[in-house]
């Protein structure tokens, strides 16, 4: 199979189209929060012309506020474009497996979060370079948090892993309950996914956990890969 | 006029409870689905604001069950949809005519409740 950014066919689109419009919502959440406290600063500016006395701290406060939903949007904005350079390079390249976990759990955080759930990432895994084309492993790791959110344990936490064994890197979605049957990848567009990638998936009683088993090294088909220096 | 406000962004509405305390309007506030029905259980608002999208039981979920504990209760929902197709989309889905677009205007807010209460 030739791998490019609509190997997943429409469900590619529709996974971008979902991305977006999550984080959209999570911009507008941030905004909604800058614009309360910065009415407030206002309010307080209104009293004080009435001649009230405004604690300073109090204002330092609200500033301090607007300040840390800025860096917020700052890094939702910056996996934005990352997520929209991800098609840049769709034929494959070089990545570094961790950063990009991070930007799928980043991505997918808010849609995860509709069943009480957080992903956390492994920081302290080995440093494992990938090929493969960004867009699809992202949508691929997004589409498995997606299934597993609601197969969460009690503990509604989900721990992304990764570690090479031999020729195949293995990444873990950990803190399921493996009582309920997967059903992941059930579309044709996610089968596509899976196979072009060469990914299969796996269960590990032990772990209460999935596993996504990948290739280390391309497959023929992947082997076009671009210089593209972006880092993820 | 005493309201309730459900958003699972503490920082969105708690300081939109302060404001709206300026203006003469009492707001409880809460940040999720169960303390709000509990909420509801324990005293009569006049108007309650929720958020759609929270984590846990959604905003027109909540809607829903509040509406079996009293129907007549006053709903108006808000979302962070980030645009007016996706406005529209939510408010044809959701079927509520009292919807606002975050960030919200304190004054198109107000004045919402206003209407929403005669």
Known sequence: ??????????EGLTFFGGITASISHELNNALAIINENSGLLEDFVLMAKQGMDIDPAKLLTLSSRISSQVQRTETI????????????????KRVNIGPLLKLAAALTARIVAAHEVTVEVNDADQEIELET?????????????EYAAPMTDDEKKITLSWQQRADKIIISLAGLSLTESCSFPGSEGEKAILSALGGTISADSENHARLLTMPAEPRAAT????????TY | MHVLLVDDEQEFVSTLAERLAFRGIEADWVTDGEKALEKIRSRQYDVAVLDIKMPGISGIKLGEKIHELNPKQKIIFCTGHGSSADYDAGAAQSGKEYYLAKPIKIDILIEKMKEIQN
């Open chain 1, 133 to 145: 084309s960004p867009f699809l492993f992202l949508n691929l790791i997004g589409r498995c948090l």
């Open chain 1, 223 to 230: 082997k076009q890969k671009t210089n593209d220096k972006t």
């Open chain 1, 77 to 92: 904005v910056g996996n934005l474009n990352r997520f929209a350079h991800s098609v840049n390079s769709a034929a494959g």
């Open chain 1, 1 to 10: 199979m030739n791998i490019n950014w609509d190997t997943a066919g429409p």
